[in-house]
């Protein structure tokens, strides 16, 4: 699993940061930093979280052995 982010659509509503603290955070002003982009599968349901109530769909899971 490999996450990506389109920057254009985040607007740092950080409800990926609340789902997932470990992989994202977002500044007070600003967009999703991703902390670790190729997580391992402990923390897949909370990634999936993330990017299923992003309000903006910015987020994207990239499956695959890379
Ligand atoms: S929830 Fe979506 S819009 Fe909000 S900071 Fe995270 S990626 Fe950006």
Redesign the pocket.
Known sequence: MRIS?DFD???????????APGV?T?PRRG??EILDHEPGPEVRAAVEE?VR???????FIDEGDH
Do not use: R, S
């Open positions: 982010v659509l985040c607007q740092g509503h950080a409800v990926c940061a609340t789902e994202f977002v967009k999703v993330a109530y992003c309000p903006n769909q910015a987020l």
